[in-house]
Nanobody
Framework: VQLQASGGGLVQAGGSLRLACAAS????????MGWFRQAPGKERMFVAA????????FYADSVRGRFTISRDRDADTVYLQMDSLEPEDTAVYYC???????????????????WGQGTQVTVSS
């Protein structure tokens, strides 16, 4: 499974962006999915995750109430809607999937086996 993240860019504080994560090679509709981010000089941090059927979602405290994770099974794509962006949200954002289907992934990067290439999000003050 190859994952392709897109939708990053430069936005002013208070603005919005929507990231998308699409799979190639095979469907990932039966995988739970997660989003992580990594700022320069910092470790990769959990942002949000969603269950395989979209029924379970959870977020890092720093983004809860501002970011929304969702999935479109017809499009085989997972989204991260980011609102009220802050300069501290500046990072490379990665989507990821665990090794096994049906599993609800956790908050640790080690819970995930498949990673996209990342998309840069820059929030100016």
């Amino acid at each position: 499974v190859q994952l392709q993240a897109s939708g990053g860019g430069l936005v002013q504080a208070g603005g919005s962006l929507r990231l998308a994560c699409a799979a190639s090679g095979r469907s990932f509709n039966n995988y739970g999915m997660g989003w992580f981010r990594q700022a320069p000089g910092k470790e990769r941090m959990f942002v949000a995750a969603i269950g395989w059927n979209g029924g379970t979602k959870f977020y890092a405290d720093s983004v809860r109430g501002r970011f929304t994770i969702s999935r479109d099974r017809d499009a085989d794509t997972v989204y991260l809607q980011m609102d009220s962006l802050e300069p501290e949200d500046t990072a490379v954002y990665y989507c990821a999937a665990p090794a096994r289907v049906w599993v609800l992934p956790g908050r640790k990067a080690s819970d995930y086996n498949y990673w996209g290439q990342g998309t840069q999000v820059t929030v100016s003050s």
